[in-house]
């Protein structure tokens, strides 16, 4: 899958000592020169579920641990680049994901969408 080329490729880049930050510093400009194509596949609810999927199967299954303290930042940036919907953020997150580090990491954003909606209503 795209999203884990992209994900995959800052690895190659990094020393074995690198840390989390380090490694979302890298990432950063791959993501955004990649904006277009993800837009351009992730369009659907069900792509999108698909690319989520694929991300927890890269970070999880994979053993990237690295990429589990960002996560969080790296579905921001998906969110505010209109590649991914809260709806299907939220929804993954309700029924996808197991407990664990990775769902605690998610849980950060999913809160921060559950407060904006909160803070809207009370407008």
């Given amino acids: 899958m795209v999203i884990q080329a992209v994900l995959q490729r800052p690895l190659q880049d990094i020393s074995d000592t690198a840390t989390s930050s380090q ?4 990432l950063k400009p791959l993501l955004k020169l990649c ?8 369009r659907s609810d069900k792509s999108q579920h698909e690319c989520l999927l694929a991300i927890k199967e890269f970070v999880c299954d994979q053993s990237h ?3 589990t303290p960002i996560i969080g930042q790296v ?4 969110y505010q680049n209109d590649i991914l919907d809260e709806d299907v953020i939220v929804k993954w ?7 664990g580090k990775f ?8 809160e921060w ?5 909160s803070d809207s209503e009370s407008d």
Avoid: G, I, R, W
Avoid at 75 to 78: P, R, T
Avoid at 93 to 99: I, N, V
Avoid at 113 to 117: I, K, L, P, Q, S
């Fill in 23 to 26: 490694l979302l510093t890298n």
């Fill in 35 to 42: 904006v277009h194509v993800f837009k351009n596949y992730y």
């Fill in 103 to 110: 769902k605690t990491q998610v849980s950060k954003l999913v």
């Fill in 93 to 99: 997150y309700e029924t996808s994901l197991q407990p």
């Fill in 65 to 67: 641990d690295l990429y």
């Fill in 113 to 117: 969408f559950n407060e904006a909606e």
């Fill in 75 to 78: 579905l921001m940036f998906f």
